[in-house]
């Protein structure tokens, strides 16, 4: 089964830095699509980042750009997130995805994602 396991999230200052992990198992994790989204309470999920891990390919979403670097470890089989110059709007629960699996369909940042991570969360005040 895949499994997507989160890392990382805490509670930083506006302008600080924080970096997310998300160890995938249960697939072969080369060529997938993987990414990051984020939720904050009441608002909708949203795209944050996404990489290919074939190409290494990636996807930002504008909110993030400049900002927000993610990268690949591919012998880890693990995706990060780094998130400098972090902001109060940034406060959300971040979720891994990928495509491999079958526990849903969302589509998004070119792919179709179907498996997640049970969900990290960042508070930045």
């Known amino acids: 089964d895949v499994q997507l396991v989160e890392s990382g999230g805490g509670s930083v200052q506006a302008g600080g830095s924080l970096r997310l992990s998300c160890a995938a198992s249960?697939?072969?994790?080369?060529?997938?699509?993987m990414a990051w989204f984020r939720q904050a309470p009441g608002k909708e999920r949203e795209g944050v980042a996404r990489?290919?891990?074939?190409?290494?390919?990636?996807y930002y979403a504008d909110s993030v750009k400049g900002r927000f670097t993610i990268s690949q470890d591919n012998a880890k089989n693990t995706v990060y997130l780094q998130m400098n110059s972090l902001k109060p709007e940034d406060t959300a629960t971040y979720y891994c995805?990928?495509?491999?699996?079958?526990?849903?369909?969302?589509?998004?940042?070119?792919?179709?994602?179907?498996?997640w991570g049970q969900g990290t969360q960042v508070t930045v005040s």
């Open positions: 995805a990928t495509d491999r699996g079958a526990s849903g369909r969302y589509v998004g940042m070119g792919c179709v994602f179907k498996s």
């Open positions: 249960g697939y072969s994790y080369n060529r997938n699509c």
């Open positions: 990489i290919a891990t074939g190409s290494g390919n990636t």
